[in-house]
């Protein structure tokens, strides 16, 4: 058995996970074994979708030639993978859709959040997937920033102030597609690194700089690339709009709403806009601004704190 901490859970699991931060530990949070699972939920507060079924305490995905995953009270999850896959792909589905089912049934909300560190607490970067999150964290780490998290943030209240949402960050390895090696001027990884065979994304490992201590937020930013203008451009929200996009960032959204998590989503997301400034950065989709980003973003935090 491996032992590991992620997403700020300590992990009991038969399969080795190199994305993981290895851990020592007496009781673990949440375990992960192979096995047979359901081949359907039942109960009247299920939702079906298409190779996927939940409910507030189970979750079930069936993905074709790599695995079926079943995740239940938030502490287990059984995997049942198909000969013929590769293991990448076999963790990297864990990694994402059956931990996020972990941490929602643990009431958790993991966002959809990349970040980096900022003088005694953090700052995220969100959006939807492609949006470039990964891409203006390497370009800033380039610049001398230490990562926190890249692609999920999971939040919690302080246990010293429920009022203070903290971040926990997942594991430490980022995801890059090809072009954000060629827009941030770093070295391109090897094939070795692809995060799933005949997928031109790539891992980028810091295990040696990873803190796995939560921190407090300092300041949020929105990516959005649909603007119509011919330069980035940086505004920050108002509170409901704040809201609204923090909401939509939450990681798998949809079991979200199957696990009847959305009054506790409110609470932390209402807590969080409501103490820290969450700022829109507007750019053009097909333009390359990374460097007009990242001046944007390191005048912001020199400006502000």
Same mark, same amino acid.
């Given at each position: 058995?491996f032992?590991?901490?992620?997403f700020?859970?300590?992990?009991?699991?038969?399969?080795?996970?190199? #994305?993981?931060?290895?851990?020592?530990?007496?009781?673990?949070?949440?375990?992960?074994?192979?096995?047979?699972v359901?081949?359907?939920?039942?109960?009247?507060? @299920?939702?079906?979708?298409?190779?996927?079924?939940?409910?507030?305490?189970?979750y079930l995905?069936k993905?074709?030639n790599?695995a079926?995953?079943?995740?239940?009270?938030g502490?287990?999850?059984?995997?049942?993978?198909?000969?013929?896959?590769?293991e990448?792909?076999?963790?990297l589905?864990?990694?994402s859709?059956?931990?996020?089912?972990?941490?929602?049934?643990?009431?958790?909300?993991?966002?959809?959040?990349?970040a980096?560190?900022?003088?005694?607490g953090?700052?995220?970067?969100?959006?939807p997937?492609g949006?470039?999150?990964?891409?203006? @964290?390497?370009?800033?780490?380039a610049?001398?920033?230490?990562?926190?998290?890249?692609?999920?943030?999971?939040?919690?209240?302080?246990?010293?102030?429920?009022?203070?949402?903290?971040?926990?960050?997942?594991?430490? *390895?980022?995801k890059?597609?090809?072009?954000?090696?060629?827009?941030?001027?770093?070295?391109?990884?090897?094939? #070795?690194?692809?995060?799933?065979?005949?997928?031109?994304?790539?891992?980028?490992?810091?295990?040696d700089e990873?803190?796995?201590?939560?921190?407090?937020?300092k300041?949020?930013?929105?990516?959005d690339?649909?603007?119509? #203008?011919?330069?980035?451009?940086?505004k920050? *929200?108002?509170p409901?709009e704040s809201?609204?996009a923090?909401?939509?960032?939450?990681y798998?959204?949809?079991?979200m709403?199957? *696990?009847?998590?959305?009054?506790?989503?409110?609470?932390?997301?209402?807590?969080?806009?409501?103490?820290?400034?969450?700022?829109?950065?507007?750019?053009?989709q097909?333009?390359?601004?990374?460097n007009e980003?990242?001046?944007?973003?390191?005048s912001t935090?020199?400006?502000?704190?």
């Amino acid at each position: 058995m491996f032992k590991y901490w992620g997403f700020g859970l300590h992990i009991l699991s038969e399969i080795e996970f190199p #994305e993981f931060m290895a851990a020592e530990f007496e009781q673990p949070d949440i375990k992960i074994s192979i096995g047979a699972v359901p081949e359907r939920l039942a109960g009247e507060d @299920v939702l079906h979708k298409v190779r996927v079924s939940m409910s507030p305490t189970e979750y079930l995905q069936k993905v074709i030639n790599v695995a079926s995953y079943y995740v239940a009270n938030g502490n287990e999850i059984r995997i049942d993978p198909n000969p013929a896959a590769d293991e990448k792909s076999v963790r990297l589905f864990l990694l994402s859709n059956a931990m996020a089912a972990v941490l929602h049934q643990r009431n958790l909300i993991p966002l959809h959040a990349s970040a980096i560190f900022h003088e005694d607490g953090v700052v995220l970067f969100c959006g939807p997937s492609g949006v470039g999150k990964s891409t203006i @964290v390497t370009a800033l780490q380039a610049k001398g920033y230490k990562v926190f998290s890249d692609d999920v943030c999971v939040l919690k209240p302080s246990a010293n102030n429920p009022d203070l949402i903290m971040a926990v960050p997942s594991y430490p *390895m980022m995801k890059l597609w090809i072009d954000s090696f060629n827009k941030t001027g770093i070295e391109m990884a090897g094939e #070795e690194d692809r995060i799933r065979p005949h997928l031109a994304k790539y891992a980028r490992f810091y295990h040696d700089e990873y803190e796995i201590a939560p921190r407090p937020i300092k300041r949020v930013f929105m990516l959005d690339a649909g603007s119509l #203008e011919q330069q980035a451009e940086l505004k920050e *929200m108002a509170p409901i709009e704040s809201f609204n996009a923090l909401q939509r960032n939450t990681y798998r959204h949809v079991q979200m709403n199957a *696990m009847k998590k959305r009054d506790f989503h409110f609470s932390i997301i209402s807590k969080l806009t409501a103490a820290v400034p969450v700022l829109r950065i507007s750019r053009p989709q097909h333009l390359n601004t990374v460097n007009e980003v990242v001046e944007l973003i390191q005048s912001t935090l020199r400006l502000n704190g």
